[in-house]
């Protein structure tokens, strides 16, 4: 597993390396829960490698469903979802894994687990992917203190606010340097300049060749960083160019 | 396996509670299962050894008179042993003295002077060669043919006991089957109980990457640590309830219980009954784990 904080730290830039073609595909995918109506109907689009995204739309417009089917806790009901061009219909169980730590996730309610410091929580993605200790306790540390949270190393996310935990929430989904990163309103919690710090640190990823999902409201940040956009409206997804 | 490093809150959780005191009780019973088991094996071994290769011949009194008794009775004995001696693969052949036979009765019947008046059955003490095959029921037919005279062949009554202790054994083996499936069956019920609990960790541990193995792994090592605990817990009450038993049973006298003592193998299999008891949980928690896991999406 490639460490975001050793790859600052080298500075290799290894675009190179990165991931090339389609990173993710939707192809007619519809998803409805049990026997509702389907709250996507129909989705089709292509981002490609290294491409960042803004995605947005009305509150239940049905983003965290779109992501939920990116970072693979959903099935779609109908349709064909490819990651990093492969058909996640045709994955064996065992094959997920080694999927899910190419993707970084940073949950609308973070999803810490509580019985966990701030730094054994970053430490997770390197921990499940086997990574040593000695990386474990020189790059989280980092990372934490990168993001502001150099003090709250063995803090509890109870212990937390808001914004702390959403920053440790964002520091787990990128330790790993992801190939495809999906933040759920990831600044949801925290002050403008904060946000615009983890919108840089999202854009440095970029450069670095991770491919950027964010699912926001915030409209300044959007017309501030310029991306294209996916709206979501009832059900249904368009790509625009950024603002 | 045990203090190595858990994502998943299961020290502090109250689902395995009663685990260790389950495992407690079952490693007990097992070890009592197992100990019996040996000193069973043991005393059919030494029994078995005892009597191969023996044979006794019992001759009634004669009637008359007292002399005339002993007279007539002398001379089916030496009919008798004639007859043993004259057959192949019979070693040795030896009337026990009346004394002696009075010393094997005064245990069971009490003052040898009052024996010594009844009018008791002789007994030959008859030994057959190892290497040779004897036809005991040929035998007995020529022994019968001596008035008041019968062959008693030990192995009836020896492979009735021994029947009889084998099913004993077998009772005891299913005893122990039946304990590991209780042992497992709620080290089953205390994983997927735990799973449920901590399906919100489950879940993440999922989706930053975790192999179902990784999260199982963690479950085996928490039901190896309270099997553990548990089985020495169960190893502590079962040692005193041996030595006390032992020690009872070399407190009777007259040879009416065998040794009850436990040979080295035995302490050794004792021994190890809670790590084998630690092993059972930790391998039930890896496998329902992984089958709990493979029927998620």
């Known amino acids: 597993m490639v460490i975001l904080g050793r790859v600052l730290e080298t500075g290799t830039v290894q675009r190179q390396a990165a991931t090339r073609g389609n990173v993710v595909q939707f192809k007619s995918v519809g998803l409805r829960y049990g026997s509702g109506p389907e ?28 992501l939920r089917l990116m970072y693979l806790a959903q099935r779609p009901t109908r349709g064909r979802v490819l ?48 990574v040593s200790e000695t990386d474990v306790q020189r790059y989280v540390p980092e990372l934490l203190t990168w993001v502001g949270l150099a003090d709250q190393l063995h803090a509890k996310p109870h212990t937390l606010s808001g914004g702390q935990k959403q920053r440790v929430a964002i520091a787990r989904a990128v330790i790993g340097r992801p190939d495809l990163l999906l933040a759920d309103e990831p600044t949801g919690n925290v002050d403008d300049q904060m946000a615009m710090r983890l919108l840089y640190l999202f854009e440095e990823l970029n450069k670095l060749g991770t491919t950027v999902v964010i699912a926001t409201h915030n409209e300044a940040l959007v017309t501030r960083f310029r991306h294209p956009r996916l709206i979501i409206d009832h059900g249904q997804v368009s790509q625009v160019a950024p603002l | 396996m045990i203090g190595r490093r858990s994502d998943l809150p299961l020290a502090k959780d109250s689902t395995g509670r009663f685990l260790p005191l389950l495992v407690a009780l079952m490693v007990f019973l097992s070890a009592v299962a197992v100990a ?31 002399a005339e008794s002993a007279r007539l009775t002398d001379e089916r004995v030496n009919a008798a042993i004639a007859v043993l001696q004259a057959t192949p693969g019979v070693a040795s052949s030896r009337a026990l003295p009346k004394d002696e036979l009075l010393a094997l009765l005064q245990p069971w019947l009490g003052s040898m002077e009052l024996l010594r008046d009844l009018p008791l059955p002789r ?111 169960g190893l502590a009450l079962a040692i005193p309830a041996f030595v006390a038993v032992s020690q009872a049973g070399r407190r009777l006298e007259g040879g009416f219980v065998p040794d009850l003592s436990l040979p080295v193998y035995g302490w050794a299999l004792v021994m190890a009954l809670p790590l084998v008891a630690a092993f059972l949980a930790m391998m039930t928690a890896r496998i329902t784990v992984h089958g709990t896991l493979s029927r998620l999406p």
Do not use: C
Not at chain 1, 86 to 114: H, S, W
Not at chain 2, 125 to 132: F, I, K, P
Not at chain 2, 213 to 233: H, I, K, P, S
């Open chain 1, 39 to 66: 709250v996507l109907q129909d989705i089709a689009f292509t981002l490609p490698a290294g491409s960042f995204h803004f995605l947005t739309g009305l509150s239940g417009a049905g983003k965290s469903s779109l």
């Open chain 1, 83 to 130: 990651l990093f061009e492969k058909d996640t219909a045709d994955l064996a169980r065992g094959q997920m894994p080694a999927l899910r730590r190419r993707i970084g996730v940073v949950f609308q309610e973070f999803r810490l687990l509580d019985h966990l410091s701030a730094l054994d929580n970053v430490a997770l993605p390197l921990r499940v992917a086997g």
């Open chain 2, 36 to 66: 019996g088991v040996i000193v069973l094996e043991g005393m059919i071994h030494r029994w078995d050894r005892d009597v191969a290769g023996t044979l006794t011949v019992q001759v009634t009194p004669a009637a008359g008179n007292p």
């Open chain 2, 123 to 233: 007994l030959v003490d008859v030994t057959l060669d190892q290497r040779a095959h004897v036809d005991v029921d040929a035998l007995a037919l020529k022994v019968g043919a001596v008035p008041g005279a019968s062959l008693d062949d030990h192995r009836v009554w020896l492979s009735r006991l021994i029947a009889m202790s084998r099913t004993i054994e077998w009772l005891a083996m299913g005893a122990l089957a039946l304990i590991s499936a209780v042992t497992s069956a709620t080290v089953i019920y205390a994983t997927r109980t735990g799973m449920e609990v901590h399906r919100e960790v489950i879940d993440v541990l999922h989706l930053v990457g975790a192999q179902d193995d990784y999260v199982a792994r963690q479950f085996a090592d928490r039901a190896f640590t309270l099997g553990l605990r548990g089985g020495a817990l």
